[in-house]
């Protein structure tokens, strides 16, 4: 089991940057592929990117490919979510979580994460 704290959400304006991190607990980090989903008041939680075990495989959802770098430092037990050129329709609770996938996943369905971190807001103003 692991489970997971998530930091750096904020409030930043439209044009700007933000990362976002993710520590696990545990020592089976490593094991776990990863991913950051988001949700915005009154809309289902969806897909933003997603990393697999080893950092060498990566997924991002269209809506923010370009823009958005997820990466991982397994030392550290840590996901990052590096997000660039932000925008309004970006605002969101943003979640990380962990999958016990196979080597080369990048999961992109929420039911295929067991274990979820509780969330940090981020609010971009126009």
């Known amino acids: 089991q692991v489970q997971l704290v998530e930091s750096g959400g904020k409030l930043v304006q439209a044009g700007g940057s933000l990362r976002l991190s993710c520590v696990a607990s545990g020592r089976t980090f490593s094991t776990y592929g990863m991913g950051w989903f988001r949700q915005a008041p009154g809309t289902e939680r969806e897909f933003a990117a997603a990393?697999?075990?080893?950092?060498?495989?990566?997924s991002y959802a269209n809506s923010v490919k370009g823009r958005f770098t997820i990466s991982r430092d397994n030392a550290k037990n840590t996901v990052y979510l590096q997000m660039n050129s932000l925008k309004p329709e970006d605002t969101a609770v943003y979640y990380c979580?962990?999958?016990?996938?196979?080597?080369?996943?990048?999961?992109?369905?929420?039911?295929?994460?067991?274990?979820w971190g509780q969330g940090t807001q981020v609010t971009v103003s126009s």
């Open positions: 990393i697999n075990r080893n950092g060498g495989i990566t």
């Open positions: 979580a962990a999958s016990p996938s196979g080597p080369l996943s990048t999961a992109q369905l929420a039911h295929e994460y067991p274990y």
